[in-house]
């Protein structure tokens, strides 16, 4: 177990680079298989080596999702690649009531890429997991010629188990619902655009990526009756309101105001003319909670470090149904609408 | 934030909109020059929180609406030739050229890419001796500077890889063509702050005097418009006409003279067609001659292009203020941000896109 020492378990030499040969299906791509990722992963299913891990449950229903991560830089302030292709899927389970059980991480990479960066990966993948909870339990590695991809493409898919019965759907949703978000907004869309274009401003913007799996597990614990949540990856808290709101007869009204945006990511957008609220985040989401519930909420998360920053946004109503409603600084109500493909720096 | 939160003070702006339902006493057409201005207007209602006697029309000042389809299709001939990466500003890759669009070509397997200024373009070149760089040059007064520059250096530096391909259009000569047009219903100006950031606000006297308009230099934030506004409506009660300017923060009377120098320096005014609006003599810039071999619709040759607009559009009508989207026929029907027909559409400062963006069709 190499979990207190986590340096690279191979005798490659730093410089050394990923070959076709490592995906072959030889001694070459065992070696990196063995060494490199069940070595570091580390857990009783994957050390089984069988063609499928088999995997004990305890309740007879299972959220099941999957995500594929081409982020570029693969390295950036907050985070990487690796953390990043754990985090996406734990969350995706969490926001579904789910408690993240078991991920299986599947990599495509690119002839050339370099074996310490792939191990760096591999690395934040089994902390992360490990802080979260989750067992990465099988895994897959293909080599693709040199040219013929961005350095790494990860896929993860997740499998979490229910403690709850009564499981969130935007069918629950009900007027006066309180829309409560868990922090500051736009900062993992900023931080990448700001790394992978060398914009540089004042202070680094780090990237929000973070767990939410405890967090929601918490709340869901405490008896908080929330009706339905979403994490606000692409496309921002707006594309995840209106995802939600456009299932149902009701509509959503926010407060910009009440929208916190670190001054360093307000700046960068102002900057290039981006939307905060459109802009994507990695450890956020949104969750419409029973009214009563509001304020039992906001102290659970208050006391939480994903939930610092939590605050009431807005409230579920009967008029306008079907949309997102935002009202600014000077009272004035518009429609926000989910964009079209991404946003685009402008040019003036 | 600074410079930022100041201007985005409700108790401040609503002193002024006091103020103006205080002195109004007739209703006043005022045309926001800038797409940005329009894009701030829509955005935070601001047309919603003035007196119902302001009429605000919107501007010819969105650089991607205004760039002619066959400019955009010339960019997409080269941007689709071999050993070329073409290089532009985000906004320009989603406009629809006649057949297709930028973002198309580079589906398709061409090499065209987003940049934030045309000095990253330069880099670009210098990296890729073997590639010949192009970098769509499009915009008013403001972007003019950095274009310039770009060429500028890569005179110096005798970068033989790099060349512009250049849609520049100047703002004064497009409001005389709205203010000489018999269907003119523009009483006053808020002017461009950006523009006029780097060329002040000198050539904008004359015009003034001759229209008998008032023009306010005017900036982006919704304190600095409703203050524009409070000052064309001041001016327009008391029967005066003249330039103004309220985006002191940025902007000076003669401009930015280093910017001015190098714009000067690099290129000549010509005449240029505007999108929807046609040809305005003297109301553009090109390359002067002896930069020639910088500018790509030389270096490359792209055939003669002949194209047709779609009828059904009328964003040339939206851009001198006769008509305002919802007013449209095909607005928010057959005409939307992913399958817009016209420019206006297309940019996020288009004032088409900024009405369906942040307001329902139905609404005015």
Redesign the interface.
Known sequence: MKSNNLTCPIPFNENERITMAHGGGGKAMQKLIDSCIIETFDNQYLNEKNDSSVLPITNNKIAFTTDSFVIKPIFFPGGDIGSLAVIGTVNDLAVSGAEPRYISAAFIIEEGFLINDLFRIVKSMYETARKVGVEIVTGDTKVVEKGHGDGIYINTTGIGEFNITDLPSSKKIQEGDKIIINGDIARHGMAVMAAREGLEFESTIESDCEELSTIIKKLLDEGIRIHCMRDLTRGGLVSGLVEVIQQTNLSCIIEENKIFVKDEVNAACEILGLDPLYVANEGKFVMIIHQDDENKALKILHESNSGKHAVTIGQVAKTNPGNVLIKNFLGVTRYLEMINGEQLPRIC | ?KY?DEY?N?DE??KYTDEISKIITQEWTLMEVCG?QTHSIV????D??LPSQVNLLHGPGC??CVTPLEIIDQAITIAKKENVIFCS??????VPGSYTDLFSVKAAGNDVR?V?SPLDALKIAKKNPAKKIVFFA???E??APANAMAVYQAALNKTDNFSILVSHVLVPPALETILGSKKNMVQAFLAAG?VCTIMGYQEYIPLAKKYKVPIIVTGFE?FDIVQGVYLCIKQLEEGKFEVENQYIRSVTKDGNVTAMDIVNKVFEITTRKWRGIGAITSSGLKLRNQFQEFDASLVFDTGSIIVKEPEDCISGLILQGIKKPPQCNAFGKTCN??KPLGATMV???GACAAY?????PEEP
């Open positions: 934030m930022i985005r409700r702006i609503f940005g955005k935070y209602g601001l919603q929180v650089p991607v500003f985000g906004d320009m890759l989603r987003i934030y499009v915009g008013f403001t972007t950006h919704p941000p992913d940019s996020s400062e369906f963006n942040y307001r329902k």
